[in-house]
């Protein structure tokens, strides 16, 4: 029997959050929570429960989900960022992270999420 992923969703666009959440769905996976801004998503992590996340880069209010990517880091739990740019937006300290591209498919979010395990 196949453990389902705990997926940690970190986006501020609501459509497409609820999006993912049916993607994960579909693909057997668990939503581990849902955040928009840094300071939910870190209260998240700090729950635990968290297999792997997708990180949207850009928040609202101008955030940047880099404090949530560094929890992760510690925590040695995967992630994924998701952006509509390419790599070189990410910081130093995250750019070999993988990223999945917006508009987002099934088959992308499966991929990304593939690659992490």
Same mark, same amino acid.
């Given at each position: 029997?196949? *453990? *389902?992923?705990? &997926?940690?969703? *970190?986006? /501020?666009?609501?459509?497409?959050?609820?999006?993912?959440?049916?993607?994960?769905? +579909?693909?057997?996976?668990?939503?581990?929570?849902?955040?928009?801004? *840094?300071?939910? @998503?870190?209260?998240?992590?700090?729950?635990?429960? &968290? /297999?792997? #996340? &997708?990180? /949207? +880069?850009?928040?609202?209010?101008?955030?940047?989900?880099?404090?949530? #990517?560094?929890?992760?880091?510690?925590?040695? +739990? =995967?992630? +994924?960022? #998701?952006?509509?740019?390419?790599?070189?937006?990410?910081?130093?300290?995250?750019?070999?992270? =993988?990223?999945?591209?917006? =508009?987002?498919?099934?088959?992308?979010?499966?991929? @990304?999420?593939?690659?992490?395990?």
């Amino acid at each position: 029997m196949t *453990v *389902v992923q705990r &997926i940690l969703i *970190v986006e /501020d666009e609501p459509l497409i959050a609820m999006m993912l959440e049916d993607f994960l769905d +579909v693909l057997g996976k668990q939503l581990a929570g849902q955040a928009d801004t *840094v300071a939910d @998503a870190l209260s998240l992590i700090d729950r635990g429960g &968290i /297999d792997a #996340a &997708i990180l /949207d +880069v850009n928040l609202r209010g101008g955030e940047q989900s880099w404090p949530i #990517a560094d929890a992760l880091t510690a925590r040695n +739990v =995967p992630f +994924v960022f #998701a952006t509509g740019g390419s790599q070189e937006g990410l910081i130093e300290a995250h750019r070999m992270r =993988p990223t999945l591209a917006k =508009p987002f498919t099934m088959d992308g979010v499966a991929k @990304a999420l593939d690659s992490l395990g």
